[in-house]
Each structure stands twice: as structure tokens, then as C-alpha cells.
């Protein structure tokens, strides 16, 4: 009964349009997979775009915020939980995700990733930037999955999700 | 579009057979109404029967855990936040809740009340226990509400949520 | 080498002058006593009267901050800790001390009680509020140690370090 | 009267050799500094090294563990902080440092490095690592400052405490 929850981790207000497009993607796909979508909540960037591309293909969504106050959520968040711990929920974005999506490595992200590979959980890495591919495939081969695209994405957090 | 989140604080393996029974149909009531309930997602006491409760009748659930391990979440939580933060989560508990319920007021569920309170937040406090009441009501006499059973609690919780 | 820690807590500006005497007294002799004196690091009511009370002693401080600006304790605080956590940081307060002193019992005072209960750690509470003496000591009677003054409290947390 | 406290973050038990001493001889002088010397308090790796070395120069030290046990940190922290947050807590580290050292660039100590840069702290990073550097240069080239060893970690360590 448990629902399975993909997090799509990614910048706020620091997206590109790029990346707006891939997490919408990916949180369209994972809602027509039946999968609760998960973001860091904020109505900014890739928080937001996951959020809206779940939510139309009629998906669950789920945001969880760094403040104390509801009300800055996003409103395509279905479900809000409200931690106000400002950066330390990053911590809990992790915990919280059956499979975790990066959309690139902005500090935010990057620490999230860090977080996951920390807690031995995998990362599908979204990015083409290749500084941050060598680094942390390096840091962690067994646990980072670079993709370049939603689609991808998409395949790698199947696989990952069956493997478990 | 977000959901109004009702959340039933009490205790796990302490809860006597009468904190299940309330527990259990306020979580049944508030899912009639179209909430969502929350609690803390141990497969024990108050948490798991309120949560039985809003799955009786269709409804959505969510928990939040204090450990690091999603298996241990009550199966009748539809979304597990996985929190590993052992008893800090308790303050995520309460700013997550729309509107609170506290069945007893033992350990647990009085850190629970008292951030409630330091928050400003108002508290359904459903016990008998004279003392509690004495000591809880003079501490905050403009938030917590005193009531005696489950279907006085859903009544304090319909008038508190139209008045927010 | 590792200090042991007496954690004070109280009321911030709700502090009446007598909790503000007795947190100051407390404070200082626990820094007489060799310990190293803990509190919330707020500015304000027992947080601030505990830290000077120590260093009138020439003791050591430590303080717990709950935001994330470090400019915001108390300068009677030696070491500072810095959250972000806003209320979860009670939870820290109260692992972090090896015996606690609770200066009264109102709202955040009493969740660092509550969370010292669940904990199974021992708490000194300094207070002549009949209600809250009445409902804590029968809600954990063998943790809750009442006291009427600074030095009951000192011989209390004295007798406790001894037994640990 | 604040103590102004370098944070020497780093791993556990995979650090090697090189990052022990490095560690060790930033604590110690750190310490000779007449600093406060904090770290994550394990008793393993760059966390006992750095305490260890501000101990052998008679200095002050702070350890923040992740555990709810105390008897879990390091012998050499003099004050032990207790957060029970679990990997929560290295913002905890981050936000209490005011001056950050970084020993290496392994996943705890990523989530660290990242977590500085998102709140907009300097990072004096010891690691000798090109691929790490590349990245984390142009992630952020004004906060994360790449240093060989740890007298010219020491260096650059004095230098931000000026500037700031």
C-alpha cells in the first residue's frame, strides 16, 4: 500500500530552462508509472517543474520545505510537510526517495547527492556537465548513473526500482 | 489543490485500548471528511490505529518516521517521510499538521503538544487525565482544546480548521 | 577530558525575575562545581541568566542556538552551536546535557522535559506551579525531580552526576 | 568572549595516512592559534586527528556527533554535542564553524562542502584530488579555496578570519 517515491533533486531559481524541461518530464513520466513524485517544495525550478509535470498526468505529489511555513510551498505540492530546518531536510529528501533523480549539481543538489552516496543510495545524475560526471564517478561508480536526458532518466530509475 | 492535513499525536506500545478506539475513528472520520491523516508512522499504538482508521474509510494517509529505515513504517502509511532524526521529527510532526490531535499526553506526545503551543498552534487534547488537563489548559488556555472522545475531537477540529 | 554538561533551560522573555535569579545562581554553581553550563544561547530570560551565572564564576558556556545566525547568541556563550534546526534544537539541548535543570515548565521549556522523559534521562525542575508539579511527577515519577530553589537544584543534579 | 571555531571536516575511517597528519597538524595549529578546534567527534579518522592535534597544543576542542550516545565521540573532544540527527547533523558542522577546513572531498565531507557553499561560506579545501578541484572551482570559485597541505591551509584559514 506504501507508495514507491521518485525525489527530483535540483536547483531553484538557478534552473535552466533545460532543466525545467527534464525534471517536468521526469515527474510526468514517474506519475503516469503510478510513482509519488517528491521535490524540495519550493514554487522555484526544478522543485516546481517536477511537481507541475506530475501533476499533469494527474499524479501524487509530495514537497517537503526547508521553512517553517506552508504557505511557500509550491501548489502543485498535494502533500506538504513542513520541517523548518532550513538545509538540514535536504537530509530527509534523501531518506525519503525509493529512487533519486539529479537534475545537475548546483550546491543544494550536489549536497543531496552527496548525502545519497553517503547512505549507499543511487543517484541518476541528469547532467552533461562534465567536470561534475568525472568527479563523482569517480567518487562513487557504483552509485552514480549519469543520463543526459529525461528519458533516460526515466529507464535508469526503472531499472534501479526493480533491482531493489 | 494541497490537502489539509489532520494530524493524531499519542502514544506507541503504551496506548491503551480506549487511545486505539479514538485514535482509529478519528482517522476514519477525518478521511470521511477529506483530510489527510498524518502520524508518526510506527507500526504500533495511536499512530498505526489512526492511520487504520483513515485507510477504513479510502483514505490517504502519510507518516513520518523518526528512524533512517522505511520498512519500519506502519504499512498503512500511503507516504513514508523518512526522517532519521529519531525524536527531533516530532517538531516536524507539528508544523506539518494542519490541525492536531493528541490523544493522552504521555512523554511523546507531550513534547508534541508543547511545540504545538510554542508555535502557537492549537491542540485537540482528548484524555481524562485531570492533571493533564489542569496543568495543559492553564499553560495555554487559548490553544488546547479539551475534549472527551472521538467525536467530540472531529467536532473541535471541523471548528478550528473553519476558523484558520 | 570530556566535559560534563549541565543544561539549563527555561523562558526567554517570559522569565519573571525569580527564574532569572535562580538560572544565574544555578549557573554559577555549577561552574563552582567544575561542570560547563548549557543553555538554548538565546539573549533573553533563563538561556542568558544561566550563561552569566556561570561566567560570574569564571565557567565555562556553551550555547545551542535554534537559527542560523550566530550573531544571535548570547556573548556569554563561549562556544556556540549554530542549528538552523529552529524548535527541533530542544532535542539537542537535551542529549547534549548530562543533567538537566528545567526553570519552570512553559511551552518550550516543557517539550525539552517531555523529550527528556522519552529519553529516560532525569530532569531537576525548579518550580512552585502546583499543576505542573501535580502532572509531571505522576507522568514520569522517577525522572521528575522537584525543587524549590537553586540550591535543591544543585544538590539534586549533584546527587544524580553521582549515581550515573 | 565568543570563541572563534575552525571546523576540520574529513573522512572517517577511509582516511589514509596523509589526511591523518594533515588533520592533526591543522588542529594543533589551529589550537596554538588560540582557536576552538570542532569536528564531527567519531573516534576514527580526520575527526579524532584534528582533536587530537588541538589537544597536543593544550587547545580547546568541540566534537558534534551523530549518534544519541556520547560515549560514541572521541575521547579528545572536550565538549561533546549530542544531536541524534544522524548525517542531518553536518549542517549543524557547517553552520558552527567559522572557519571550515575540508580534508578530502569523500561523500560525508561532500555533503559538507556543499552545504557551506549553499549557505555561502569559504571552504579550505586539503586534497590534492583534480578531479574534485576542477569541479568544485567552478562550482563555486569564490568560496571553495584549494590549498596542498596544512600550512598553507592554515594560511588561507587566516586569511578568510580577517577578511570577514
Same mark, same amino acid.
Given at each position: %500500500? /506504501?507508495?514507491?517515491?521518485?525525489?527530483?533533486?535540483?536547483?531553484?531559481?538557478?534552473?535552466?530552462?533545460?532543466?525545467?524541461?527534464?525534471?517536468?518530464?521526469?515527474?510526468?513520466?514517474?506519475? #503516469?508509472?503510478?510513482?509519488?513524485? %517528491?521535490?524540495?517544495?519550493?514554487? *522555484?525550478? !526544478?522543485? #516546481?517543474?517536477?511537481?507541475?509535470?506530475?501533476?499533469?498526468?494527474?499524479?501524487? /505529489?509530495?514537497? @517537503?520545505?526547508?521553512?517553517?511555513?506552508? $504557505?511557500?510551498?509550491?501548489?502543485?505540492?498535494?502533500?506538504?510537510? !513542513?520541517?523548518?530546518?532550513n538545509s538540514a531536510r535536504n537530509?530527509?529528501? @534523501?531518506?525519503?526517495?525509493?529512487?533519486? !533523480? *539529479?537534475?545537475?549539481?548546483? *550546491?543544494?543538489?550536489?549536497s543531496e547527492i552527496a548525502l545519497? @552516496?553517503?547512505?549507499?543510495?543511487?543517484?541518476?545524475?541528469?547532467?552533461?556537465?562534465?567536470? *561534475?560526471?568525472?568527479?563523482?564517478?569517480?567518487?562513487?561508480?557504483?552509485?552514480?548513473?549519469?543520463?543526459?536526458? $529525461?528519458?533516460?532518466? %526515466?529507464?535508469?530509475? %526503472?531499472?534501479?526500482?526493480?533491482?531493489?
Open positions: %500500500m /506504501t507508495k514507491t517515491i521518485i525525489g527530483i533533486m535540483g536547483p531553484g531559481e538557478k534552473a535552466t530552462q533545460q532543466d525545467l524541461d527534464i525534471a517536468y518530464e521526469i515527474g510526468k513520466c514517474a506519475a #503516469e508509472a503510478g510513482y509519488t513524485v %517528491m521535490t524540495g517544495a519550493r514554487p *522555484a525550478g !526544478v522543485m #516546481e517543474a517536477g511537481l507541475r509535470g506530475a501533476k499533469s498526468a494527474g499524479g501524487q /505529489t509530495l514537497g @517537503i520545505i526547508p521553512s517553517k511555513n506552508k $504557505a511557500e510551498a509550491s501548489p502543485y505540492a498535494d502533500i506538504v510537510v !513542513v520541517t523548518g530546518l537530509y530527509i529528501n @534523501i531518506l525519503t526517495s525509493d529512487a533519486i !533523480v *539529479a537534475c545537475g549539481a548546483e *550546491a543544494g543538489t550536489l545519497a @552516496i553517503k547512505e549507499k543510495k543511487h543517484v541518476v545524475l541528469v547532467t552533461q556537465n562534465k567536470k *561534475a560526471i568525472d568527479f563523482l564517478k569517480e567518487l562513487a561508480p557504483d552509485f552514480v548513473h549519469n543520463v543526459k536526458n $529525461a528519458a533516460e532518466a %526515466m529507464q535508469a530509475v %526503472m531499472k534501479l526500482l526493480q533491482t531493489d
